[in-house]
């Protein structure tokens, strides 16, 4: 686990690095989003209509860094999202978490084939909690199915990627080693996450990956960006949790200079974690700082 990680830092650092260095001979092509999405309601004590007193705040960021020579082409990836929501007489939720960082170095064979190496990482930065399940020691309590680095997911792959436009991209990772962290130990206990044993923390799957990325604008001041990502666990090959979909989708729609509407979909479907597909969405108002390089 140390050495994956030590690994995915020091990938991670290498790029940042070459991002900062603003030679002709590593010109690096930047795309940087953040924003802020706040919604609020209130309502008089005498309202006839309904409703309840309510808010919402979310804030995300969103990096692409792109660095192309001849035979080599360099991409990082980085999306960042955390929001919250609270109805009057309830307690704050989450609607949004999310920590996904993507590296990928490609070998050009051909004008529209590379041949690829990848590292990515995956997790969120607060607890999760499922109102539905509820402790024994507690019945009125939520329960704790989700922390920072439980789950985490750190997934190395190579193989080949496709690439007919320059903003459609298609990996085929043939050789893929997915790792699921958990170090959360009530959450190893419980045994989620496809662990085999309770107090488990880490997880290794040798999985056939395949990715399809997309990002443009499809019109002035509207960006599209979609990713799906389907593993197959080799060794899991005739069991329910063979395959894992993932599906992320963001669409902004800068208004004003500093003023967009942002919608935001997520799709999961991992036996795993659910035999049932997951799903969340987030539409939001707010504040967008946008910078291009």
């Known amino acids: 686990m140390k050495n994956s990680l030590l690994l995915?830092?020091?990938?991670?650092?290498?790029?940042?690095?070459?991002?900062t260095d603003s030679t002709a001979k590593n010109p690096w092509?930047?795309?940087?989003?953040?924003g802020i999405n706040l919604n609020q309601a209130t309502f008089s004590d005498n309202w006839k209509g309904g409703g309840v007193n309510s808010y919402a705040a979310g804030w995300f960021l969103n990096h692409s860094g792109t660095h192309e020579t001849p035979k080599w082409s360099f991409r990082s990836d980085l999306q960042l999202a955390l929001?919250?929501?609270e109805n009057q007489?309830?307690?704050?939720?989450?609607?949004?978490?999310?920590?996904?960082y993507d590296f990928k170095v490609g070998y050009r064979i051909g004008s529209k084939w590379?041949?690829?190496g990848s590292v990515n990482f995956l997790t969120q930065f607060l607890e999760g909690y499922d109102a539905k399940l509820k402790t024994v020691s507690d019945p009125t309590a939520d329960s704790l199915v989700s922390n920072l680095f439980a789950p985490a997911y750190l997934t190395s792959s190579f193989g080949m990627e496709y690439k007919p436009v320059s903003y459609l991209q298609m990996r085929f990772g043939v050789g893929t080693l997915r790792q699921t962290f958990v170090l959360d130990k009530n959450i190893s206990n419980a045994q989620l996450y496809g662990l085999e044993k309770p107090g488990d923390k880490l997880r290794n799957q040798a999985v056939l990956q395949y990715i399809?990325?997309?990002?443009?604008?499809?019109?002035k001041n509207v960006n599209l960006k979609w990713r799906y990502m389907v593993n197959f666990d080799y060794m899991n090959a005739s069991k329910p949790n063979a395959f894992v979909h993932?599906?992320?989708?963001?669409?902004?729609?800068?208004?004003?200079r500093y003023i967009?509407?942002?919608?935001?979909?997520?799709?999961?479907?991992?036996y795993d974690q659910d035999k049932n597909i997951q799903f969340s969405q987030v539409l939001a108002l707010g504040v967008l700082y946008q910078y291009n390089k």
């Not at 092509?29 to 953040?34: A, G, I, L, V």
């Open 8 to 19: 995915l830092l020091i990938i991670f650092n290498l790029n940042v690095f070459a991002q």
């Open 29 to 34: 092509k930047h795309n940087f989003q953040t």
């Open 83 to 85: 929001g919250f929501f």
């Open 89 to 100: 007489g309830e307690k704050a939720r989450k609607n949004a978490d999310r920590i996904f």
């Open 114 to 116: 590379n041949a690829f």
């Open 212 to 219: 399809i990325n997309f990002d443009k604008e499809l019109v």
């Open 246 to 256: 993932i599906f992320n989708a963001n669409l902004t729609l800068k208004t004003t």
């Open 260 to 270: 967009s509407t942002n919608f935001s979909l997520n799709l999961i479907k991992d």
